[in-house]
Nanobody, 128 residues
């Protein structure tokens, strides 16, 4: 099993950048596909942000976030990062990282239900 802890959230102004971190402990994070999801205020469910494969050789993002958000990983440090640039008020949400073993076709990693392990989330608030 792997335990996940997100960090790096905070309150920023529109246009700023933030880098979120997802730290894995227990079983090495390098075994897992890691996804990022977010839950905006008042939303009933989380929405897909992006994911990265074990070796970092394939990534997918929510279409509306392409070009602003970038996921990377450091398997030696057991870390995955979400770099968020040109932040907008609509990016305000609790951001979660999640992990799953690479057992599924790529399209499955867009859905939260496939992930077995979740962090507690980190709040990102973007003011206008």
């Amino acid at each position: 099993q792997v335990q996940l802890v997100e960090s790096g959230g905070g309150l920023v102004q529109a246009g700023a950048s933030l880098r979120l971190s997802c730290a894995g402990s227990g079983r090495a994070l390098s075994y897992y596909v890691v996804g990022w999801f977010r839950r905006p205020p008042g939303a009933a469910d989380r929405e897909f942000v992006g994911y990265i494969t074990r070796a970092g050789d394939f990534l997918q993002y929510q279409d509306s976030l392409k070009g602003r958000f970038n996921i990377s990983r450091d398997n030696v440090k057991s870390m995955v990062y979400l770099q968020m640039n040109s932040l907008k008020p609509e990016d305000t949400a609790v951001y979660y990282c999640a992990a799953v073993l690479p057992l599924y076709p790529y399209e499955h990693y867009l859905t939260q239900g496939v992930y077995n392990y979740w962090g507690q989330g980190t709040q990102v608030t973007v003011s206008s």
